[in-house]
């Protein structure tokens, strides 16, 4: 970690969830240390073998003593999901229970685990990563391929013939478990158990981690946009008109963002552990009251938002069910809410079905959209992010090129926090870096791991997809670079993800347009080719929040042909191309949803636009010109002269960095 005074002096408690975050990201300190070659004419492997994080992990021990347990609890195949209690994305270390079953690390992925097999599902950004972590006990379902069975379908065959299928409620949304349950019938087994002690951790035991119970901050209103007591009003009156009695937030982000509070319990994510429950006239937080200082505490209780053990959600949930129950034909709403994405185990507490409505969360669709505070706060905080990554990136060359040095990924990493820590308003990185040299940068979601990972080689393709949490916003970006002379293969490719880039940013589409029917725009030039990435172009940006936020997105996913897109979302638009075993490409800019100006307005609709905020320049020798139409020459030569503008001032005492930045936003 950075020594304090490369922080900005914070005029806030936020300065020490700074601290935290850096502490979170690896076990040993930042370091700059430069193992040094004398001459290039010296041997250096390049190519070191796999990290850690890729090392295979024998788990036959771990299910046999799972299945011990199923056996004793009449479970004959038993589902072990990668989300917490809290549907996370990230979770924190005692909630990896999948990993600790299969050994994969990948953030998504599903495991199960019948009596004599074990099956692991997980999207086409693991691939690579998953056929090399997993052992013999595993089979791999590669979700989306032809021929592969998703891992429902799995399950349900392995069911057959009257088997019963385990889960803990609280790790799987109610639809999927009611939906898994009648596949599973169907399929001639007996169904869908809820099994409240979770198997895994019973196998884990005092090796488990414990929960994290970090302190929480408030949100300054000047970086929030909004108070509480505001959002809280809008949210009652959605909840008005759907007639609802009230709304069970289990989403961390989403309670961080209603309430105007950040913290630290799950690494790179600045969300606490807590539930929430809204009513017409009451506003609940679930949380371990040691967290809040007493500057959150005023700020609540000034909201008219009560604090509750977080423990005691569930009992007040059954009573709320009890109570609405009751009310019988009284005309007060009787049904309570959840989101689509609450658990199970949430569902049953509340009622069932007859009490329980199941929604898109009204608090996701407004945090979604950003209010002006959150759009300028991304705009600025995008510029000193795409200034540290500047530096980087001419840093990087010049020790690899002129001074020789002999770097691996992680120190390239931990330059690269040192030089974002020293920004205004740093917090800490929104994700582990992905540092990756030549084939490496294949691997989709590669994380190198400290003294065990590969040394970047100058005359390969070297893929950095970074980010960081700041007071005003949360970063994202990627770039790819050569320092060397690429290959021809790698300029094509290259390119074509480029003008896929741009096709994207500069796309005009009517109001009402989803993430779905945009999607093509960015992968057309490679189709032409018959080439394609397997992962989405575009995931929502949080506020100082969560780097994956629904529910918008562009890409294939069902959720994006349901959510359109809307004039202050945030997200990333980062087509991509990957080689296994040689390179891997991808090019991400961070861009507003923003209504365009058009001649006309077929029906009156407004038409959107992207106003992309990623301040970073790309990589000159892998562009190739012949490829570029002359319109998005324009697009690039402009961009560059915006990157330029508003980043250089940063280098005024950095000729390096400097005439780096002029090199390679020189026009075309």
Same mark, same amino acid.
């Given at each position: ?160 013939? !009257? ?97 105007? +509070? ?38 609540? #209780? ?72 959150? +759009? ?126 741009? #096709? ?10 989803? !993430? ?86 077929? !029906? ?65």
């Amino acid at each position: 970690m950075p020594a304090l005074p490369c922080f900005p002096p914070f005029t806030s408690p936020l300065r020490t969830l700074a601290v935290r975050f850096l502490s979170c990201k690896r076990s040993a300190p930042v370091n700059n240390v430069l193992i040094r070659s004398p001459s290039r004419a010296t041997a250096v492997r390049y190519f070191t073998p796999p990290c850690q994080d890729m090392e295979t992990v024998n788990t036959s021990a771990r299910l046999a003593a799972l299945r011990s347990l199923m056996k004793e609890r009449g479970v004959d195949v038993y589902v072990v999901p990668s989300e917490d209690s809290h549907a996370s994305e990230y979770i924190a270390d005692c909630d990896g229970r999948r990993q600790f079953i299969s050994g994969f690390s990948g953030s998504a992925g599903t495991a199960v685990v019948s009596l004599d097999k074990a099956a692991l599902a997980t999207d086409g950004r693991y691939f690579n990563q998953a056929s090399k972590q997993l052992d013999t006990n595993w089979h791999l379902l590669k979700t989306g391929q032809q021929d592969v069975p998703t891992w429902q379908e799995w399950t349900a065959d392995e069911a057959a013939d !009257g088997k019963t299928v385990g889960v803990d409620p609280m790790l799987i949304s109610s639809s999927i478990a009611e939906k898994l349950n009648e596949n599973i019938k169907k399929n001639g087994g007996k169904g869908l158990e809820a099994v409240a002690e979770n198997l895994v951790d019973l196998v884990w035991g005092s090796d488990r981690p414990p929960r994290p119970s970090q302190p929480v901050t408030l949100l300054p209103e000047k970086n929030a946009g909004k108070d509480t007591a505001t959002k809280l009003a809008d949210l009652r009156k959605e909840l008005e008109k759907k007639k609802l009695a009230g709304f069970v937030i289990s989403l961390l982000d989403e309670i961080a963002w209603l309430f105007n +509070l950040r913290g630290s319990d799950i690494t790179y994510n600045p969300v606490f552990f807590s539930y929430a429950i809204v009513t017409p006239d009451s506003a609940t937080l679930y949380i371990d009251s040691s967290k809040l200082n007493s500057e959150c505490q005023d700020y609540l #209780a000034a909201n008219k938002v009560a604090v509750k053990p977080y423990d005691d959600l569930f009992a007040d949930t059954k009573a709320l069910a009890s109570q609405a129950a009751a009310n019988g034909d009284s005309t007060a709403p009787k049904k309570y809410a959840i989101s689509t994405k609450g658990s199970w185990a949430l569902k049953l507490a509340l009622g069932g079905s007859k009490l329980v409505d199941e929604i898109r969360s009204p608090v996701g669709d407004a945090k979604a959209v950003k209010n002006e505070t959150e +759009l300028n706060g991304m705009r600025n905080c995008h510029i000193r992010d795409g200034a540290a990554l500047t530096k980087f990136f001419a840093w990087l060359e010049d020790q690899l090129i002129n001074q020789k040095a002999v770097l691996d990924e992680v120190a390239a990493a931990d330059k690269l926090e040192e030089f974002r820590s020293k920004q205004e308003h740093f917090v800490g990185l929104s994700f582990d870096t992905i540092s990756s040299t030549g084939p490496n940068a294949a691997v989709i979601h590669y994380k190198p791991e400290r003294g065990n990972c590969s040394v970047i080689d100058p005359n390969a393709i070297y893929l950095c997809d970074s980010g960081a949490q700041y007071l005003d916003g949360t970063t994202d970006t990627t770039r790819t670079l050569h320092f060397g002379t690429p290959s021809a293969a790698e300029k094509t490719a290259y390119t074509l993800v480029l003008k896929g880039n741009v #096709a994207l940013d500069t796309a005009v589409f009517p109001k009402g347009t989803s !993430g779905f029917a945009i999607d093509s725009f960015a992968r057309q030039f490679l189709w032409k080719m018959g080439l394609d990435y397997r992962h989405g172009t575009g995931h929502g940006v949080g506020s100082f929040l969560n780097v994956h936020e629904g529910p918008i997105g562009i890409g294939t996913r069902k959720q994006y042909i349901d959510v359109p897109l809307a004039a202050g979302n945030v997200l990333s638009i980062e087509p991509g191309y990957y080689e296994d075993g040689a390179y891997g490409i991808r090019i991400e800019n961070i861009a507003i949803v923003r209504e365009a100006k058009t001649k006309f307005s077929f !029906g009156d609709k407004p038409y959107l636009g992207f106003e992309h905020v990623t301040m970073v320049p790309y990589c000159r020798k892998l562009i190739d010109e012949t490829l570029l139409t002359a319109e998005e020459k324009k697009w690039l030569n402009d961009s560059n002269d915006e990157i330029r503008a508003k980043t250089e001032h940063f280098f005024k005492d950095d000729p390096l960095t400097l005439n780096w930045l002029i090199r390679e936003t020189q026009p075309f």
